[in-house]
């Protein structure tokens, strides 16, 4: 055994190189989602600002993101980085183990959202931000990313980085050769951002706040569910809902549909349909108000494995998962922001729910798919579009909940949906398979024109032999 002494003891170097630590950081996150991140920090302000809680509580704030293919500038007017957050966390390389700011619901866990986005970008980067104290600027470029220093310069605005309204501004020039690439006007990196801001904000949008891209405002797409108020039966279209409060985590579920689901003549051509890109079928999962996962339609949400396997039957039922919580790492998220933790032991509690409220309404498709224009005429026509704040205040749903015996305090709500008559049915589907070309034939003969859909066809065979039987 050996004893060591100061006298024969040295220091050895195993700090980590800028440049490994620069390159490490913004391998595995891809650049829409580096954008994200910022939205994010914007995000985060806000939140400190303690919004009140009215229908559009965010609607006095506002995110402008302007791309080139020679600069990259996010510019919001969300309080600002506070002045002590600045100089001991927010340019931190990680998140201390304490933060004055943990009170609010991010998203973030380790601290480097920022840092890494704009790391991914360029190697002339400028923070601006000014709070209701102070207005300063943090220059980053090509000799600090070089240097062995990790200490920035936090300098008091000028006439040239000064700015108007509370909030922060980061402007990123000397682009890497493939991000410019992705920036330019020939790219449809522009159309692919627009289209995840939409999605992944959408539910912050609806409460007011304004993003903007390249100067125009991006719409939302929050989810609306069919919903028909008790009408003195006991079956009524409703979404099934579930919510759970305990050691600072917040979860509700709510799944139901968002329009009539297709008959089985839409289903049997089901192959010739492809959803809509925009389809928000199957579950979307919300931490913290950000969309991290979106209409999945997999394995991992249940599809395939205590579901059954997502097809076109079922391209009306939406499920809408929302955690939230003051301590980011009590969300299943992982930490690229994108995407569910499906290994942690909340996760996969919270699914056996979802599959559980997601069945409901997998059965009801089944027994009305024969029933379409039946179901329209008796169900459907009684719903309206309602949004999910409205529906977990409906006093039907409120005065209904139930407990649920897990050990966690959750209840929940579950619908009694209509069920067919029980009365032989006054039509049924036919169904047969014929060469292309010979549909195309029959097309031709009826309609003069080759190119009917082949249900058209069929069913105008059937009417022209039905007239002659009744003649």
């Not at 991006?218 to 108020?229: A, D, K, T």
């Not at 925009?278 to 205590?306: F, M």
């Not at 939230?324 to 919270?350: F, M, Q």
Request: proline fraction near 5%.
């Amino acid at each position: 055994m050996h004893n060591y002494t100061e006298d024969n003891m040295s220091k050895i170097q195993a700090s980590p190189t800028k440049g490994f630590f620069v390159n490490m950081l913004t391998r595995d996150i891809d650049l829409d989602d580096a954008i994200l991140d910022l939205l994010d920090n914007s995000l985060d302000g806000l939140l400190r600002q303690r919004p009140e809680q009215a229908d559009e509580p965010y609607s006095a704030y506002c995110v402008d993101i302007t791309i080139s293919e020679n600069e990259f500038t996010i510019h919001d007017n969300c309080g600002g980085i506070p002045t002590d957050i600045a100089e001991n966390y927010a340019f931190m390389m990680g998140k201390p183990p304490a933060r004055e700011d943990d009170e609010i619901p991010t998203v973030g866990m380790f601290g480097i959202g920022m840092k890494r986005a704009v790391f991914k970008m360029g190697k002339d980067i400028t923070v601006i931000s000014k709070n209701p104290e102070k207005c300063f600027y943090v220059p980053i470029n090509s000799d600090w990313l070089t240097s062995d220093s990790w200490e920035l310069d936090m300098l008091d605005c000028d006439d040239q980085n000064s700015l108007h309204d509370i909030g922060t501004k980061i402007i990123v020039k000397d682009l890497y050769k493939s991000i410019g690439e992705k920036f330019s006007k020939h790219s449809d990196f522009i159309s692919e951002l627009t289209t995840k801001i939409r999605t992944h904000y959408a539910y912050i949008i609806k409460k007011g706040l304004s993003i903007k891209l390249n100067g125009k405002s991006i719409v939302g797409r929050p989810v609306e569910f069919l919903f028909s108020e008790n009408d003195g039966s006991d079956r009524n279209i409703q979404p099934y809902v579930y919510e759970e409060n305990e050691d600072g985590l917040s979860v509700r579920i709510v799944v139901g549909l968002t329009g009539q689901s297709p008959g089985l003549s839409e289903i049997d051509r089901a192959s010739e349909i492809d959803l809509p890109k925009q389809s928000n079928a199957g579950w979307t999962v919300i931490c913290n108000e950000r969309v991290v996962l979106y209409a999945d339609r997999t394995r991992l949400t249940g599809w395939g494995d205590g579901l059954p396997r997502f097809h076109y039957q079922f391209n009306t039922i939406v499920g809408i998962v929302e955690f939230s919580s003051n301590d980011a790492s009590k969300l299943p998220v992982k930490t690229t922001k994108e995407g569910i933790d499906a290994s942690t032991d909340l996760y996969l509690r919270i699914r056996k729910r979802m599959i559980e409220g997601m069945k409901i309404f997998t059965d009801y498709t089944n027994k009305w798919k024969n029933l379409k224009q039946e179901e329209k005429n008796t169900v459907i026509s009684k719903t309206k579009p309602i949004s999910i704040k409205e529906i977990v205040k409906s006093k039907n749903i409120v005065e209904n909940f139930t407990t649920v015996r897990d050990g966690n305090g959750g209840k929940q709500f579950k619908p009694n949906l209509p069920i067919p008559p029980s009365s032989t049915p006054t039509s049924k589907f036919i169904r047969y398979s014929k060469l292309i070309s010979d549909i195309q034939i029959v097309s031709e003969y009826l309609f003069e024109e080759s190119t009917y859909e082949p249900s058209e066809v069929g069913e105008a065979c059937f009417d022209k032999i039905l007239k002659d039987a009744n003649s």
